[in-house]
């Protein structure tokens, strides 16, 4: 069976909290992303545990420092073995070079995504910090950078995929959340897209949290998200 493209975002508190929820999941059923959150209270062994249970497993930890620092993290993160690592995109060229050189050639590496601008800032704070290019032209410039750096994709919201499905082709990843099924509440989330409309949008894989690790019965609400996004 073709492998899911629902990442189901693990944010939990704590490594007993993740675990007990992924006993309720098939690894073949889904991807599994792991944040700040966990990873600073977790650390590494969850994530060994998780790919151990056949996870593919997202590191979502957002790399930004000079390229060193930032080879040397990407180095680590691929010896745990998971299947998508991602850094900052405005680290700059040389920082996403040095991050695509830290990885072996060949289709066993983890694939590398960069983040353009996080989707809760608006233009206004962006001003603040100095970009005052709209900011889905920022995105477009930050996302062109990372795949002329030989980055595999970006994350960015289901409202910009087709933006930069046709500008940036079709053989690149684009990793969107911001996920809701038609009719569940959006929660703390403001500009939220359904699982369909992300991939019509050419998004290749859909971050998902609360409504599979909130739903009474996690693998029923995968499944219903699968079935209305189709097969792969
Ligand atoms: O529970 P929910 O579906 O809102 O979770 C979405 C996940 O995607 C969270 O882990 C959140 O940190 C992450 N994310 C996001 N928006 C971004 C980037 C990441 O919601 N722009």
Redesign the pocket.
Known sequence: MARSRIIV?L?FPDGGAALRFVERLEPNACRL?V?FELFVAAGPDLVRALVQRGFPVFL?LKFHDIPNTVAGAVRAAARLGVWMINVHASGGRRMLEAARRALPDGTARPHLVA?TV???LEAAELREVGIVHAPQDQVLRLARLAQDCGLDGV?C?AREALLLRRALGTDFLLVT????PAGESA???RRVVTPAAAVNAGADYL?????V?RAPDPMEALQAIEAEIGPA
């Open positions: 975002a944010d992303k944040g979502d983040v996080l989707t809760s994350v919201s959340p911001g996920i809701r929660q703390d989330q971050v998902v949290g609360r409504p690790t």
